[in-house]
Nanobody, 128 residues
Framework: EVQLVESGGGLVQAGGSLRLSCAASGFTFDDYVIGWFRQAPGKEREGVSCISSSDGSTYYADSVKGRFTISSDNAKNTVYLQMNSLKPEDTAVYYC?????????????????????WGKGTLVTVSS
């Protein structure tokens, strides 16, 4: 059974940093793309970033480029999202997701259309 468990959310002031973690289990990590999505109240879900567990290639939404960094620790089956220079508009529930349909190759399409498996989410609140 695929399981994705997010942690690391919380309340932070604008300009601050947070690191989210996604612990994955139930599948061959190297064969999947892991991504982060977010959904703010009253807004549609947005793809934030994704990473190929096999070759480390990454994609980012324009809204977070230069501020967020995704990384993967394959030994721990864990993906991280380091979020710096946070803004109030980054406030959202952040979801970890996984997809094996591309054989572990990250693509922008996965960020746009979503992935197969989802965690329950972790809330990030950025105060002004």
């Amino acid at each position: 059974e695929v399981q994705l468990v997010e942690s690391g959310g919380g309340l932070v002031q604008a300009g601050g940093s947070l690191r989210l973690s996604c612990a994955a289990s139930g599948f061959t990590f190297d064969d999947y793309v892991i991504g982060w999505f977010r959904q703010a109240p009253g807004k549609e879900r947005e793809g934030v970033s994704c990473i190929s567990s096999s070759d480390g290639s990454t994609y980012y939404a324009d809204s977070v480029k230069g501020r967020f960094t995704i990384s993967s620790d394959n030994a721990k089956n864990t993906v991280y999202l380091q979020m710096n220079s946070l803004k109030p508009e980054d406030t959202a529930v952040y979801y970890c997701a996984a997809d094996g349909r591309t054989g572990g190759i990250a693509t922008m399409t996965l960020l746009v259309y979503g992935m197969d498996y989802w965690g329950k989410g972790t809330l990030v609140t950025v105060s002004s």
